[in-house]
């Protein structure tokens, strides 16, 4: 199996207001190889969503280095960058981040416009990929004429719309309850698996980090893979 997406030795730290350093990830190691899923777990404040950014290119490391598909970010230009953020990944979120002034089908179009594709094209391709996650009836709604998970499903849709190489979910199903977060989690699940696509997810969900093919601990800046004792607590 084939690595898609590696993160080598990455450190990163912050300036605090006292202008002290604060050292978030000290030496993360990750390989992702194509078509898997990987669950990033570890307590609050331990930097799994700063990670999740780096990984996604919304953030640079202080060091290290993270490659996507044999390119290393730090030899990109911005625009390469922006092109490789919006072609190759995919991003969900614990809170959908839809724009609230368009339909959920102009908002799955996004992507596809940024990426230049044709007005007829981006129609056509983001009503299959909302009709993929059961939206088809909803199309021509608003974000604030959605439920919760309706919202997320929608999120899903506009994250994989570009057919991307991975997908970063952060506390997907967090704003979720039960029921509607085991629908997300089947959805998330059964279209990685259809599309070859990689996930990595950071999440306090246990139901949903025990599916995943590995489920890694980030704990003092490192990453470590999830013990079978600790696994089953």
Request: hydrophobic fraction near 45%.
């Amino acid at each position: 199996m084939s690595a898609i997406l590696e993160a080598r030795g990455v450190k990163k730290s912050f300036r605090g207001g006292d202008a002290a350093e604060l050292q978030v990830l000290v030496d993360v190691n990750l390989t992702v190889h194509r078509g898997e899923v990987v669950a990033i777990v570890g307590e609050s404040g331990t930097g799994k969503s700063t990670l999740l950014h780096l990984l996604g290119v919304l953030d640079e490391p202080t060091g290290g280095e993270i490659v996507l598909d044999g390119r290393s970010y730090a030899a990109l230009s911005e625009e390469e960058r922006d092109s490789l953020r919006n072609d190759k990944l995919g991003f969900v979120f614990q809170f959908h981040h839809l724009l609230r002034e368009f339909t959920a089908l102009e908002n799955v179009m996004m992507p596809l416009m940024i990426a230049g594709v044709t007005d007829a094209d981006a129609r056509s391709r983001a009503e299959e990929g909302l009709a993929r996650v059961g939206m088809a009836g909803r199309m021509a709604h608003r974000p604030a004429q959605l439920s919760g998970g309706e919202q997320q499903r929608c999120a899903v849709a506009r994250a994989l719309i570009n057919d991307p190489k991975v997908l970063l979910a952060d506390e997907p199903s967090g704003n979720l309850d039960e029921r509607h977060a085991g629908l997300l989690h089947d959805l998330l699940f059964e279209l990685a698996r259809d599309m070859e696509t990689a996930l990595v997810i950071v999440t306090h969900n246990r139901a949903l980090s025990e599916r995943a093919d590995r489920t890694l601990v980030l704990a003092r800046g490192e990453l470590q893979l999830e013990s079978p004792r600790r696994a089953s607590l």
